[in-house]
């Protein structure tokens, strides 16, 4: 009788704790929205604002150092053309990967520009404080040390960029991020870590060929961006989902392929991703991009109710956190 008691107060207990499963807040580039992207100062302040995971996207410097930077590009967030005018390749664009890690250290960090030299968002941050690249180590290290002095278990979220453009290079990005991974224990389902990519065979590659153990996400773009050789469209059909859950464990969508804002309606990609299994963790909220016609809470209420998806990127980690720990929030989830 009390064991069946006990048996039933668990079952009801671990049902609640399912139905309620709070989201993961993640934060993309740190927190993006208040400090320039991906410095550790933005690591630290997205750790303080209650974010579940922190986001690096990753390149390799010259000597095969993976650097924190979201693009394979340096002048939209770095000095680079000041300090070294006379490195950029015939594109006239300056490549991390022509820079050693050392070199990479000398350049001041700031708000992302357009090609105009124009602040992309235009409110965020203005000043002109020496910030830094960082490499994948030292914000591995960082967020480890910070868990360890506040007891808490906040993840990391590497993205492998451009792969393919890696290997023209001569460089296998996925291995060396990989080795970085397991030297730190951190290559195993268990660990508090989702490896994204954009790149389809580079994913199936991670867990097939390189062996990879950890967590993949697998990132949905448009074909028209070029961002890589992969076709979305196919991808997205339930079909090319099927092939994802072979090899992840989640699928990273641009928030539109969720929800059609104009026909006010939600797309079937949800729906067909949660029945294979896939958690989703759409990109990107940003209060100060907000999807046309909606508000913050709306936006919110559409991605957490309405799609109940499984996290979110944000550049606004403490808006999300906010919104999800205000007990009106959760109420009819
Ligand atoms: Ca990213």
């Known amino acids: 009788m009390c064991f069946r008691l006990l048996f039933s107060s668990l079952l009801v207990l671990s049902i609640t704790s399912m139905a309620i499963a709070k989201p993961l807040v993640i934060a993309h580039r740190g927190a993006s929205g208040y400090l320039p992207e991906h410095t550790l100062e933005a690591a630290i302040l997205a750790y303080s604002q209650g974010a579940d995971f922190i986001e690096q996207d990753l390149v390799l410097s010259k000597d095969l150092v993976p650097v924190v930077l979201h693009d394979i590009h340096l002048e939209s967030v770095t000095n680079v053309e000041q300090i070294f005018p006379d490195r950029k390749r015939q594109d006239g664009r300056y490549y991390a990967f022509d820079f050693t890690l050392k070199e990479l250290m000398t350049l001041n960090k700031h708000e992302r520009t357009d090609a105009k030299g124009n602040q992309v968002f235009a409110s965020r941050y203005q000043g002109q404080s020496p910030f830094r690249i960082a490499t994948f180590e030292q914000h591995i290290q960082l967020i480890q040390q910070l868990n360890k002095q506040f007891n808490q278990k906040i993840g990391l979220y590497p993205e492998i960029k451009s792969p393919a453009w890696h290997r023209q290079q001569g460089a296998d990005i996925s291995a060396i991020v990989l080795n970085i991974l397991r030297k730190y224990d951190l290559d195993s389902s268990d ?33 028209d961006w070029n961002e890589s050789t992969t076709d979305y469209n196919e991808l997205k059909t339930s079909a090319g989902l099927k092939k994802i859950a072979l090899v992840a464990q989640g699928i990273g969508p641009w928030m539109p392929q969720l929800f059609d804002i104009k026909k006010m309606k939600v797309t079937s990609l949800s729906g067909d991703a949660k029945r294979l299994g896939l958690h989703i963790h759409p990109y990107t909220f940003r209060k100060d991009q907000l999807p046309e016609g909606l508000d913050v809470k709306t936006t919110l209420d559409l991605l957490f109710k309405e799609l109940e998806v499984d996290g979110v990127f944000t550049d606004f980690t403490d808006v999300v956190v906010s919104y999800l720990d205000a007990p009106l929030a959760n109420s009819n989830r």
């Open 191 to 223: 660990s508090q870590v989702y490896v994204q990519c954009f790149d389809f065979a580079e994913t199936q590659r991670l867990r097939n060929e390189l062996g990879a153990k950890v967590k993949l996400v697998q990132l949905i773009a448009e074909n």
